[in-house]
């Protein structure tokens, strides 16, 4: 087996209270005695935020993108194969004044309402319907923090 990748990430605060960040991800896997792609090699995948944030609270967007993966250990079968995506989140969080240590946080994932698979999460074999392995849709979280 050959496996190789490599990662790369950047912080910015570029005013005072606001930020940005980037990563990218990428790796490539291969069976060499079998000369096929492994499916446990994810594609190419990125994230690009921005946000702002001071002591009492602060708020992020940010996008998530993942190319397509079509080099997978069975190329005539699409059952590994994704497409590529995009996915918005959106997220916050507030110390609540007078409560020390007490912070509520907030996001909506998946702003867009994308329809998408992430390639690790998809099985070997085709028992299920592809379709019971997508991504979540929109969806909220909201969280409440006590630190002592």
Same mark, same amino acid.
């Given at each position: 087996? $050959? @496996?190789?990748?490599?990662?790369?990430?950047?912080? *910015?605060?570029? !005013?005072?209270?606001?930020?940005? *960040?980037?990563?990218?991800?990428?790796?490539?896997?291969? /069976?060499?005695?079998?000369?096929?792609?492994?499916?446990? @090699?994810?594609?190419?995948?990125?994230? %690009?935020?921005? =946000?702002?944030?001071?002591?009492?609270? =602060?708020?992020? @967007?940010?996008?998530?993108?993942?190319?397509?993966?079509? /080099?997978?250990?069975?190329?005539?079968?699409? %059952?590994?194969?994704?497409?590529?995506?995009?996915?918005?989140?959106?997220?916050?969080? *507030?110390?609540?004044? =007078? !409560?020390?240590?007490?912070?509520?946080?907030?996001?909506? #994932?998946?702003?867009?309402?994308?329809? #998408? #698979?992430?390639?690790? /999460?998809?099985?070997?074999?085709?028992?299920?319907?592809?379709?019971?392995?997508?991504?979540? =849709? $929109?969806?909220?979280?909201?969280?409440? @923090?006590? $630190?002592?």
């Amino acid at each position: 087996m $050959r @496996i190789y990748g490599g990662d790369l990430e950047a912080h *910015w605060r570029f !005013l005072p209270n606001w930020h940005a *960040w980037f990563s990218a991800v990428y790796a490539n896997g291969s /069976d060499t005695v079998a000369n096929v792609h492994l499916n446990s @090699i994810p594609p190419l995948k990125g994230i %690009l935020g921005v =946000g702002y944030a001071d002591e009492d609270f =602060g708020v992020d @967007i940010s996008t998530t993108a993942a190319a397509a993966r079509k /080099d997978v250990e069975t190329p005539s079968s699409d %059952l590994n194969k994704t497409g590529s995506y995009g996915v918005v989140d959106l997220s916050g969080w *507030w110390n609540l004044p =007078g !409560l020390s240590g007490l912070k509520l946080q907030a996001g909506l #994932y998946n702003v867009l309402n994308a329809t #998408y #698979y992430d390639a690790l /999460d998809l099985p070997d074999s085709a028992s299920i319907s592809k379709a019971y392995y997508t991504q979540p =849709g $929109r969806n909220a979280k909201v969280s409440l @923090i006590y $630190r002592f």
